[in-house]
């Protein structure tokens, strides 16, 4: 009898986690599993901020997805996901063509969620995988150098749209990279610029006020001017236009624009076809797409609520890969004959927030964290995804020793 195929498209924290799992719990003559991805390595998304800073290299953020699986129990397929076709049964992609399976897991990640903004897909940035990270770098860098030659001051500002999680951990890189490039480049600190403009009341919105005060506090004093209650309606290639009162706008200038402003699922998930809130599939409690017996959804792509404020999720690292562990498991059951599969539960850890490699905020099992403790804490949890996925090896290769930096 032929065995079954299971498919795991996208090889991030979700889709590592579920396959690195299913080599482990499977036998060689119970499933054939093939992992998906564009590129022959896996970034950390939740470094990605400090390549687009520039205070990690984009080498540093990625490894290969080779080093993690066993090449004897799953087939790699570097390519790009099309599109699902759940009653055919298969996924296109774009070399392979047809791609048919028994069990698909999609866990491809997210894209930026413009709301639509106009000018933001052409003249923004966005930091989403480790290509638009170093064209932010270059972009940073182009413009200091470029200022040097031709004197013109809004080279030297950088905007970034959000100060959500990703554009407060982006603008603490970029208070310790600013002084470096400014050495490099001969450039006149005061002359730079770093502004971050929030549509909400606050930063961070939803997060500890206290840790909100002390992360604004440290940007500010690193150079960061902070635009609350702001909110971004457009980009241009001179800067982007903010909401000015109840009906006028006005222009800020800047050489540099980055959108960090939030993200929705990654665009398969409409082009498939499936029920979803921004690109997100509402799953149901075994992480199962409704409907769909034979297809689990995870991480960015998934929606889970959390029931006791009736709200999503947060789409994490932390999430997606708890989520893909327990889609390994309940593979392992759905190949045994088993139908009572097992529900998501989702176990907060907690949050901490980078603000650079030496300061950090968060709220770890309840409890308030600030400072070099939190940012060992950071790197810890940093340590600890490597070490889930790939074990001590990974983690000696690529995880973060400066500790007590
Ligand atoms: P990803 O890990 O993003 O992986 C998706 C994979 O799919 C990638 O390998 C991609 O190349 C591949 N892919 C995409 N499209 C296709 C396609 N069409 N065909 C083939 N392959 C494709 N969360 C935390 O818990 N803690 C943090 O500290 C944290 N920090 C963050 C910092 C930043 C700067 C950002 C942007 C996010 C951060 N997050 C953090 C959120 C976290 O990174 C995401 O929630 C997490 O990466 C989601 O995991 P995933 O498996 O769904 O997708
Ligand atoms: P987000 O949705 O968490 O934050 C986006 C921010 O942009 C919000 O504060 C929102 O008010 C603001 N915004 C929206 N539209 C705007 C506009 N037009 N003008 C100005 N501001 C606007 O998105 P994110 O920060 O990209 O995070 C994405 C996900 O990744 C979240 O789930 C987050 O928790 C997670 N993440 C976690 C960490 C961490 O745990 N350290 C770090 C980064 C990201």
Same mark, same amino acid.
């Given at each position: 009898?032929?065995?079954?195929?299971?498919?795991?498209?996208?090889?991030?924290?979700?889709?590592?986690?579920?396959?690195?799992?299913?080599?482990?719990?499977?036998?060689?003559?119970?499933?054939?599993?093939?992992?998906?991805?564009?590129?022959?390595?896996?970034?950390?998304?939740?470094?990605?901020?400090?390549?687009?800073?520039?205070?990690?290299?984009?080498?540093?953020?990625?490894?290969?997805?080779?080093?993690?699986?066993?090449?004897?129990?799953?087939?790699?397929?570097?390519?790009?996901?099309?599109?699902?076709?759940?009653?055919?049964?298969?996924?296109?992609?774009?070399?392979?063509?047809?791609?048919?399976?028994?069990?698909?897991?999609?866990?491809?990640?997210?894209?930026?969620?413009?709301?639509?903004?106009?000018?933001?897909?052409?003249?923004?940035?966005?930091?989403?995988?480790?290509?638009?990270?170093?064209?932010?770098?270059?972009?940073?860098?182009?413009?200091? #150098?470029?200022?040097?030659? =031709?004197?013109?001051?809004?080279?030297?500002?950088? *905007? @970034?749209?959000? /100060? &959500?999680?990703? %554009?407060?951990?982006?603008?603490?890189?970029?208070?310790?990279?600013?002084?470096?490039?400014?050495?490099?480049?001969?450039?006149?600190?005061?002359?730079?610029?770093?502004?971050?403009?929030?549509?909400?009341?606050?930063?961070?919105?939803?997060?500890?006020?206290?840790?909100?005060?002390?992360?604004?506090?440290?940007?500010?004093?690193?150079?960061?001017?902070?635009?609350?209650?702001?909110?971004?309606?457009?980009?241009?290639?001179?800067?982007?236009?903010? #909401?000015?009162?109840?009906? =006028?706008?006005?222009?800020?200038?800047?050489?540099? *624009? @980055?959108?960090? /402003? &939030?993200?929705? %699922?990654?665009?398969?998930?409409?082009?498939?076809?499936?029920?979803?809130?921004?690109?997100?599939?509402?799953?149901?409690?075994?992480?199962?797409?409704?409907?769909?017996?034979?297809?689990?959804?995870?991480?960015?792509?998934?929606?889970?609520?959390?029931?006791?404020?009736?709200?999503?999720?947060?789409?994490?690292?932390?999430?997606?890969?708890?989520?893909?562990?327990?889609?390994?498991?309940?593979?392992?059951?759905?190949?045994?004959?088993?139908?009572?599969?097992?529900?998501?539960?989702?176990?907060?850890?907690?949050?901490?927030?980078?603000?650079?490699?030496?300061?950090?905020?968060?709220?770890?099992?309840?409890?308030?964290?600030?400072?070099?403790?939190?940012?060992?804490?950071?790197?810890?949890?940093?340590?600890?995804?490597?070490?889930?996925?790939?074990?001590?090896?990974?983690?000696?290769?690529?995880?973060?020793?400066?500790?007590?930096?």
């Amino acid at each position: 009898m032929k065995k079954p195929t299971i498919v795991v498209l996208g090889a991030g924290y979700g889709g590592l986690m579920t396959v690195t799992r299913l080599q482990k719990q499977l036998g060689s003559n119970d499933a054939e599993i093939i992992l998906v991805n564009k590129n022959d390595y896996h970034y950390e998304t939740t470094w990605l901020h400090e390549a687009s800073a520039g205070t990690l290299g984009p080498n540093d953020v990625r490894y290969d997805i080779s080093s993690v699986i066993d090449s004897g129990r799953v087939r790699f397929i570097q390519d790009t996901a099309l599109k699902v076709e759940p009653e055919a049964k298969k996924v296109l992609l774009e070399k392979t063509g047809d791609l048919p399976y028994d069990y698909l897991v999609i866990a491809l990640g997210a894209a930026p969620e413009t709301f639509g903004i106009e000018g933001l897909d052409k003249y923004a940035f966005s930091i989403t995988n480790v290509n638009t990270a170093r064209q932010i770098r270059e972009h940073i860098e182009y413009q200091f #150098a470029t200022y040097k030659v =031709d004197k013109k001051p809004e080279r030297l500002r950088i *905007v @970034v749209g959000g /100060a &959500g999680f990703t %554009g407060i951990e982006f603008l603490g890189e970029l208070g310790n990279r600013v002084p470096e490039l400014c050495k490099e480049y001969d450039v006149d600190i005061h002359m730079v610029k770093i502004i971050c403009v929030e549509a909400a009341p606050t930063a961070l919105p939803g997060f500890d006020p206290e840790l909100v005060d002390y992360a604004m506090e440290l940007l500010k004093r690193k150079n960061v001017e902070f635009r609350i209650g702001t909110a971004i309606k457009g980009a241009t290639p001179e800067g982007i236009i903010v #909401a000015k009162g109840e009906d =006028d706008t006005e222009e800020i200038k800047a050489g540099t *624009v @980055v959108w960090a /402003a &939030g993200v929705r %699922g990654n665009p398969i998930i409409t082009e498939s076809g499936f029920e979803n809130m921004r690109g997100r599939i509402k799953v149901e409690p075994d992480l199962r797409a409704p409907g769909y017996s034979d297809i689990f959804v995870i991480g960015d792509c998934s929606l889970v609520i959390n029931e006791e404020i009736n709200r999503p999720y947060p789409p994490t690292a932390q999430i997606a890969m708890q989520q893909g562990e327990l889609t390994a498991s309940n593979l392992a059951k759905l190949l045994q004959g088993k139908s009572n599969l097992d529900t998501f539960t989702f176990d907060n850890k907690g949050t901490v927030c980078s603000l650079g490699d030496d300061d950090a905020i968060g709220v770890v099992f309840g409890k308030k964290v600030t400072g070099k403790r939190a940012s060992f804490m950071k790197k810890m949890i940093d340590n600890r995804a490597l070490y889930m996925i790939g074990g001590i090896p990974l983690t000696l290769k690529k995880g973060k020793f400066n500790l007590l930096k």
